[in-house]
């Protein structure tokens, strides 16, 4: 009886080993999947966004100016899909100025996909942080900036006859 317990313990054990060794195995491979998909996804959205680049781009000069923006985003069709894809179009103006990262007044196809993958979606943890981290060097410089000011005027007006 001992010895059929011990050869059962042993069997269960190389069994064991088997199911941990597939299951880890199996971890990678879905870590592969994972990034794979990721990846897919990206290429999609980005071939998505080419495409509404391009319909949006009424005169095929290869960037959007703020009249042709607002033009097609007052479509309902072009509305629907922007927010089906996490990119929110209650303002147009705003959205237009976040796409325009050179600040040149018109969009480009690299500016408009990079913008549009960035702003997708709801904020992330580290654009929260990064938002945090501007708005204390924000604050810092203005405090500065203030007193600069302040001790300025109290030496004009100390110098005043």
């Known amino acids: 009886i ?3 317990c011990m050869a059962q313990m042993a069997f269960l054990n190389v069994m064991t080993g088997v199911f941990c060794q597939n299951a880890i195995e199996s971890a990678a491979h879905d870590q592969e999947l994972v990034t794979h998909s990721v990846l897919a996804q990206r290429k999609m959205y980005v071939d998505q966004m080419i495409q509404i680049f391009s319909e949006i781009d009424a005169d095929s000069s290869g960037s959007i100016t703020i009249q042709e923006f607002r ?13 089906s894809l996490g990119l929110d179009t209650s303002d147009i103006w705003t959205l237009f100025k976040l796409l325009d990262i050179d ?37 810092k410089r203005l405090g500065q900036f203030m007193k600069r000011t302040d001790e300025a005027l109290n030496f004009l007006l100390s110098a005043r006859p």
């Open 71 to 83: 033009e097609r985003l007052q479509d309902e069709r072009m509305k629907a899909y922007f927010d």
């Open 2 to 4: 001992a010895y059929v």
């Open 103 to 139: 600040q040149g007044c018109v969009i480009e196809l690299d500016e408009f996909v990079n913008g549009c993958l960035r702003l997708k979606g709801t904020a992330k943890g580290v654009d929260m942080a990064k938002l945090c981290y501007e708005h204390r060097w924000m604050s």
